[in-house]
């Protein structure tokens, strides 16, 4: 990969100089589809000029890779048909380019999350609306987190949250809610006894690789789709004449990196994929959009030889593969090959 791709760790993304051996990177074993944390044997580069090829496609994958690199291969059985449950093979780029095969690009089952929880369930969602919904007291002596939600719009959504404001009450602690008759707005306060346990586990708002880590796969999943509730909206598949015209995807929007950075962490410890586009009405807004198709066909990829100068390189695992994000896009790779 070149010097635009990152890794990720479990503290996070980094590049290939922020990267050691002895850390540990997100890998999905290639007979199980397994997803776990895996430590760094070696970090293999090359500096240099060299050709090296270009795929891109309008579904959020762009990368820049050698002939050699090593990408996952699905199996096909004897009438043709693409298995993700099978054991994959690990293939070159120039063995792939143009071919009819496909590449697992996500997808995954994940076994990256925390076997016990740390946190109960409902401050795991909380902490979905406050990122999402809340905003923070500024004031040094005050520990208040504020959750502003719609009855009028989104009495459903007002609810969940109520019933969070119930729960942590009846625990003791500070959890008020004050309408507003004029527009429906509800602001849900929660003080005492829980505003600092939010800030802790998510200062700034920010959905730190600590917290996730410490999620259950249950709560991941309830914390990804809370936040989706909060910033984001699911589309369907739009159809003409029994065809699909689009595949099915989940929006994430938000301006801050940090915050996405969070969100495509999360989202790839459960196997999904995505890439943060630049909102196409809204400057500095992004639009993190999640494929479900774990799959790309390689023929369907933009296949250019380009020129390149600088470096490329790979960690190496014991699986042999590891979740990378270039422009934005996240994909599952392998490692690195010989360079021409």
């Known amino acids: 990969m070149d010097g635009s791709t990152e890794a990720l760790t479990d503290d996070g993304w980094k590049r290939h100089d922020e990267l050691r051996s002895g850390d540990r990177i997100l890998a999905i074993c290639p007979d199980s589809k397994n997803i776990t944390w895996e430590s760094i044997r070696e970090i293999y580069g090359h500096y240099g000029v060299t050709e090296v090829v270009h795929w891109k496609n309008s579904h959020g994958f762009n990368v820049v890779s050698s002939p050699g690199q090593h990408w996952l291969a699905a199996h096909r059985d004897r009438n043709g048909y693409t ?17 009819n095969k496909q590449l697992i690009t996500g997808g995954g089952f994940s076994q990256a999350f925390a076997p016990k929880p740390s946190y109960e369930d409902a401050l795991v969602e909380l902490v979905g609306w406050v990122i999402t919904e809340g905003h923070y007291q500024k004031q040094r002596a005050l520990t208040g987190v504020l959750v502003a939600q719609s009855s009028k719009a989104n009495p459903q959504k007002t609810e969940r949250i109520r019933q969070l404001k119930v729960h942590f009450a009846r625990q003791g602690a500070t959890a008020t809610e004050n309408p507003n008759a004029t527009n429906g707005m509800i602001n849900f306060y929660f003080g005492a006894g829980i505003g600092n346990v939010i800030r802790e586990v998510a ?28 910033d984001g909206h699911r589309t369907k598949p739009r159809s003409h004449d029994g065809y699909n015209r689009t595949v099915s995807t989940e929006n994430f929007i938000q301006k801050d990196p940090g915050r996405i950075d969070g969100y495509q962490m999360l989202a790839a410890m459960l196997g999904k994929r995505t890439c943060a586009k630049p909102h196409t009405v809204n400057p500095g807004i992004f639009n993190t959009v999640t494929y479900h198709r774990p799959m790309t066909t390689a023929r369907h990829l933009k296949d250019a030889r380009i020129p390149h100068s600088g470096v490329l390189w790979s960690p190496r695992t014991e699986m042999g593969t590891w979740l990378a994000r270039r422009d934005g896009g996240t994909f599952w790779t392998g490692e690195l090959g010989d360079i021409p």
């Open 83 to 99: 298995q993700f449950e099978a054991a994959a093979r690990l293939r070159t780029t120039t063995s792939l380019s143009s071919s």
């Open 203 to 230: 200062p700034d708002k920010q959905i730190t690789p600590r917290f996730i880590r410490a999620l259950t796969l249950q709560q991941a999943e309830s914390l990804y789709q809370t936040i989706l509730d909060g």
